[in-house]
């Protein structure tokens, strides 16, 4: 495609501003244009699992995937077959359209797998942009999986900004996606390794890779803003590919390189520290991921066991959180999670389930419940943490595939007692 700019470009979702940031670090950055696509939160809890058991699957599902990718085997379902199969009880979704005419499709914004591709729901459609290629593709996720056709295609992130000849997979078999018709993959490009075939060792550029490459952006970055809600369904997020949108966030944002400890160094990895109030110790530092697709905040049990006795927290076998009583909410102290050396307040608020969706969980609504939950393993197995969409909502942040590096601001939303 060409590198200039049609009028088209001047749109709506593009912003061509010659902003300069100057951050804590003595980095300045320039920022040209950039894309906003808003999110939408979906929250349907059936089958019969609990939101923990469903994120403890997902932790099991990027262990394997991560393992996969490090032994050079691809991860088949059998490899993950003590996960459960229902869909993804909490997603962020975007919509976007693929080929000319284009159809819209409704997919899971997923930081922890790096393929886009649609017809869980809505089947492929095949234009005069479409175009087979010699592979199938298959992939596993802790809430089910697909396999399908690969193609090229046309993709167009709001109106009319469009990318030529993206790789997409086109679903012939899926489950667990009820209600979706794909996924929109933006974890780092190498997690796409061996989900083609028969090109196993070949990467499929993300949507973000392509934007880049083809001009549309001038970063190779992408930001996520999501927000607290009491809501089922609402759209409350936002998705920037190529800069960051000072209006979802306040301060400076600051970066932590990608973590070298696998397997979290295969995700959106990092190191921290968590602290509860003023001094107590409840993970030093280690290493872990950030995630949108898991929801709840998850830490090392050996952690957990530290958290649940600083909080007085009893596990809660309805809904497999840790519960508190009103009067110990009231002395909840804040988290404390330290960054490559910034420090991030999780109040009280944060750290609580929105008790207006407690019986949609299976909870009591007079109860209060906890989203920090145990990720199933004791820590010093290379992935200690992951910061889900429950953390993600209050902190704005930046997945940097160009300086593989992740950067973390406080946003509007950080202290809101919204739950
Ligand atoms: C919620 O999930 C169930 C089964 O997993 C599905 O049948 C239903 O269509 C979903 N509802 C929505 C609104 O997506
Ligand atoms: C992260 O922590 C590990 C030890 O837990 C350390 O070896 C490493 O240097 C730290 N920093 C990065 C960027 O990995
Ligand atoms: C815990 O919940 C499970 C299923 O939700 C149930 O089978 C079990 O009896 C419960 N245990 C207790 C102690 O309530």
Not at 39 to 44: E, P, R, S
Not at 284 to 301: E, P
């Amino acid at each position: 495609m060409s590198r200039g700019f049609s009028s088209s470009f001047l749109s709506l979702l593009i912003a061509l501003t010659l902003a300069v940031v100057v951050s804590a670090t003595p980095v300045v950055q320039v920022r040209e244009n950039f894309i906003r696509l808003p999110l939408a939160k979906k929250f349907n809890l059936t089958g019969t699992h609990t939101l923990l058991a469903r994120d403890q699957a997902r932790v099991q599902l990027l262990n394997a995937r991560a393992k996969a990718r490090l032994t050079g085997t691809p991860l088949s379902s059998d490899a993950v077959i003590s996960v459960p199969v229902d869909n993804q009880a909490v997603s962020y979704i975007a919509t976007v359209s693929v080929g000319s005419p284009p159809t819209e499709y409704d997919l899971i914004v997923d930081t922890g797998s790096s393929n886009t591709w649609v017809g869980a729901g809505q089947p492929y459609v095949q234009t005069s942009t479409s175009r087979q290629t010699r592979d199938r593709v298959s992939v596993t996720y802790g809430s089910g999986d697909f396999s399908g056709t690969e193609f090229t295609d046309t993709v167009s992130l709001g109106s009319g900004l469009t990318i030529n000849g993206q790789s997409i997979g086109a679903a012939t078999r899926s489950e667990g996606f009820d209600g979706v018709d794909g996924i929109l993959g933006i974890g780092p490009t190498d997690l796409t390794v061996g989900t083609l075939s028969p090109d196993t060792s070949s990467t499929i550029p993300t949507v973000t890779d392509n934007l880049f490459s083809q001009g549309i952006i001038t970063a190779d970055e992408v930001a996520v803003s999501f927000e607290p809600t009491t809501q089922e369904e609402v759209v409350n997020g936002e998705l920037t590919f190529g800069g960051t949108d000072s209006s979802k966030f306040t301060g400076s944002i600051n970066f932590a390189p990608i973590t070298r400890t696998s397997p979290a160094s295969e995700f959106w990895g990092i190191n921290e520290s968590i602290r509860y109030g003023t001094s107590t110790s409840i993970l030093s530092n280690t290493a872990g991921i950030v995630d949108t697709g898991t929801t709840l905040t998850l830490i090392a049990s050996d952690a957990l066991t530290r958290y649940q006795r600083a909080t007085g927290a009893v596990p809660d076998n309805a809904t497999g959180l840790l519960r508190l009583t009103t009067a110990q909410f009231a002395n909840l102290q804040s988290l404390f999670f330290t960054i490559n050396g910034v420090t991030f307040e999780f109040t009280a608020n944060a750290q609580i389930w929105p008790r207006a969706l407690n019986t949609a969980i299976g909870g009591n609504a007079n109860s209060v419940y906890l989203i920090v939950g145990s990720i199933g393993t004791p820590s010093g197995e290379g992935l200690d943490f992951i910061n889900g969409q429950t953390w993600l909502e209050r902190f704005y942040t930046v997945f940097d595939t160009a300086n593989s590096r992740v950067g973390f601001a406080n946003t509007p939303f950080t202290k809101a007692t919204t739950n």
